[in-house]
């Protein structure tokens, strides 16, 4: 075999190597995108939404609370006296892209006809008394109808067919009356049979999971065939988490239902996570510069990336902690109805849940967000 030969075939083979290292390599993309998140996608894409920074925007609020019917008297803080009105101009800004601004309109046309549940406790509430604001604004007289109660809330933009519901559980799997009391029971989820069918579903818990004493809604928590009075949380968190991934691999259809998880909300009642001298978020009236939070990612977080790790459909993480985590002016504080102490783990409306619902829009529209 002549030198030609020998080069012709040393080539061929750099090819093949080169060529199969990167059909691994998309294939583990397509993978991490497939199983846990936006966070694979994203950055093949060449745009994190999620890693930027707050800036001021003068074009926002995008909505006046006191023209929206939607929203509680607990995150109404202009309504309930907050003197101050700069924590309402602020944006997101992506490091890498931008984020595409919401259009009310657009996001009724593109979902004529479907159904957007949010599931989880009262930041699902927070979530979803948002987007309902944000479409109101873009459709102020638009003929709609309002359903409010304890469980299974909903409002309809009716010439749309468009609904947004609210399914209320704090824990996500159940809490069951039994004879020794209430039992949080960590491998049962009945209440799935009433999200199944939904065009999209937005997940979110932990901010019950760390709840004791008398603001604990149960007695004693059940692990397969084990009753205990108490485990670490935690581990709680992730055994009722794996629990839901098992309910999305086993009910969801991806060609019908886009699935998402919001990330973990922080709270702000430490003033040392953020350096601050205050006890909490009171008083804080200006979001924190830059793009990272001095107090790290809560422990929660790295429970979900690794629930999402272990799922087979697709499900899209709203990766909105970091970004939450910067805004310790955003929480309702004093200002928050007739509730008694300081709130620093709700938003205020307008606020911050208006971003994670742009983010959720984007996530929606943008084509590079869809699995094929």
Known sequence: MGFGSH????????????????????????????????????QVSGCNLF???WVIDPSYPLYDSSSCPFIDDEFDCLKYGRPDKQYLKYSWQPASCA???????????????????????????????????????????????????????????????????????????????????RVLTLNSIEAGKFWKDMDVLIFNSWHWWTHTGKSQPWDYIQDGQTLLKDMDRLEAFYKGMSTWARWVD?????????????????????????????????GELEPLSGSTYPGGAPPAASVVNKVLSSITKPVYLLDITTLSQLRKDAHPSTYSGEHSGTDCSHWCLPGLPDTRNQLLYAALTMSWFYTT
């Open 250 to 282: 086993l009910n969801v259809d991806p060609s019908k239902t886009k699935v998402f998880f919001q990330g973990i909300s922080p709270t702000h009642y430490k003033g040392k996570e953020w350096n601050s001298q205050k006890k909490n978020c009171l």
């Open 99 to 181: 984020v595409p601004r919401f259009d009310g309109g657009d996001f009724l046309r593109r979902y004529r006809g479907k159904r957007i549940m949010f599931v989880g406790d009262s930041l699902s509430l927070n979530m979803w008394e948002s987007l309902s604001c944000m479409i109101h604004a873009s459709v102020p007289n638009a003929k709609t109808s309002f359903v409010r109660k304890e469980t299974l809330s909903s409002v309809s933009f009716e010439e749309y067919g468009v609904t947004l519901l609210l399914y209320r559980t704090p824990y996500v799997v159940d809490i069951v009356k039994q004879n020794v009391g």
């Open 7 to 42: 080069v012709l075939l040393f080539w061929l083979f750099q090819f093949v190597l080169l060529s199969s290292m990167l059909l691994k390599e998309a294939e583990a993309e397509q993978h991490l995108y497939n199983v846990t998140s936006l966070r694979g996608r994203k």
């Open 51 to 53: 890693q930027g920074r």
